[in-house]
């Protein structure tokens, strides 16, 4: 089982920065695929950027050049730094973590955080 919790969002102006943390317990995030996602009001859940298994990235085109993924293993934490935001940035952020074993995957997810972006 794993638990994550995410931090870090809030109001700011367009233009503006934020970074999201997703603070991971009960298992090393290491061996999980792990990503931000977001929700709008009225829209589907979407990615933003993750991590695959093999350790490469992607990323969504819309935030591609702004936003950044990177982890930290020893402080079971995933980061996502968002530079240059938008109004269409605003939605719930969520963190996920993925993994395959057999028969089976294992998908956790966070509670997620509001970011809002003013015009």
């Known amino acids: 089982q794993v638990q994550l919790v995410e931090s870090g969002g809030g109001l700011v102006q367009a233009g503006g920065s934020l970074r999201l943390s997703c603070a991971a317990s009960?298992?090393?995030?290491?061996?999980?695929?792990v990503g931000w996602f977001r929700q709008a009001s009225g829209k589907q859940r979407e990615l933003v950027a993750a991590f695959t298994s093999g350790g490469t990235t992607n990323y969504a085109d819309s935030v591609k050049g702004r936003f950044t993924i990177s982890r930290d293993n020893a402080k079971n934490t995933v980061y996502l730094q968002m530079n240059s935001l938008k109004p269409e940035d605003t939605a719930v952020y969520y963190c996920?973590?993925?993994?395959?074993?057999?028969?089976?995957?294992?998908?956790?997810w966070g509670q997620g955080t509001q970011v809002t972006v003013s015009s």
């Open positions: 996920n973590a993925r993994r395959s074993v057999p028969a089976a995957i294992l998908e956790y």
């Open positions: 009960g298992r090393t995030l290491s061996s999980y695929a």
